[in-house]
């Protein structure tokens, strides 16, 4: 389904399942919402999985840029609003994280329960930020995506997965082709703007999964334990196999993480009572 956001933007939506729970799965950069395939088939005979891409990526339009955090939570709000739901459980890949989070801090009052998988509480460092502005224009100059091919279809995995399955690296690579060069750099602008979450994290009183890879050398164990700690109700998983894509490094690890802790979720938390 199509699904029309604040400027007249189209979101993409795919929709399985058909449970009471509703589960919105966000992917992380620069990738659409195929990583969460695995994931999907899992969850979705007992919970509506809700699978949007975000604006810039995917299958859903490209707008004018950057695309800030709030803006593109917002446009999630939109497709719950769409589906008729009040509130939702979101999980978030790491750019899908940002978003989450963006999404507590505006309409805490429609969260049921938050997962940040392979993701950070805190904002870009300068250095970094500058080099998401370099790739920025990169993309927009050579209008083609193969810069973002280069920067991230390796890096977003173990030196295990590279070593044993190649194959993954290709799948990667191919989803990342598919993005929109000029989305992509949109989507970089605003994760360099972005401010950091820190500051709400005790506020959140609902139910956090926090999964993370062993092997990811983006957000790195010791973080992803700190982020933990942070909430309240906070859980640590590891994916002991896996880098920044425990989904599709570890698809049956991950699947059956999400499944068990949305099954723990408790009624009193998804009425709010």
């Known amino acids: 389904m199509q699904v029309l956001a604040d400027g007249g933007v189209r979101i993409d939506v795919d929709v399985t399942g058909s449970g009471e729970q509703s589960i919105v799965l966000l992917a992380g950069f620069p990738l659409s919402r195929e990583i969460w395939d695995d994931a999907t088939q899992r969850l979705a005979p007992a919970c509506r999985v809700v699978r949007p891409d975000l604006r810039g990526m995917g299958k859903s339009a490209v707008s004018d840029g950057p695309y800030l955090m709030e803006s593109l939570a917002g446009d999630v709000a ?18 899908g994280g ?22 950070r509480l805190a904002a870009d460092p ?49 989803i990342i082709r598919g993005i929109d060069p000029r989305g992509a750099a949109a989507m970089l602008r605003g994760m360099a703007a972005r401010s950091a979450s820190d500051d709400i994290a005790p506020e959140i009183g609902v139910p ?46 991950t699947a059956v993480a999400l499944e068990e802790w949305i099954g723990r979720i408790t009624p009193a938390s998804e009425s709010g009572s």
């Open 126 to 174: 300068p250095a970094q930020a500058k080099d998401r502005e370099r790739l920025a224009e990169r993309l927009l100059l050579e209008e083609e995506p193969d810069a973002l091919v280069s920067a991230y279809a390796t890096r977003l995995v173990s030196s295990e997965t590279r070593e044993q399955r190649p194959e993954i690296i290709d799948r990667v690579s191919e």
């Open 208 to 253: 956090v999964l926090v999964l993370t890879g062993a092997l990811d050398d983006i957000v790195t164990y010791g973080e992803a334990r700190g982020i933990a700690a942070a909430f309240s109700r906070g859980t640590l998983v590891v994916a002991r196999h896996s880098g920044h894509l425990p989904m599709m490094e570890e698809p049956s690890f």
């Open 78 to 95: 939109a497709v719950l609003d769409a589906l008729g739901v009040e509130r939702a459980t979101l999980v978030g890949h790491s750019l």
């Open 98 to 119: 940002y978003v989450a989070l963006a999404f507590a801090r505006m309409f805490m009052e429609r969260l049921n329960a938050l997962a940040l998988v392979s993701s």
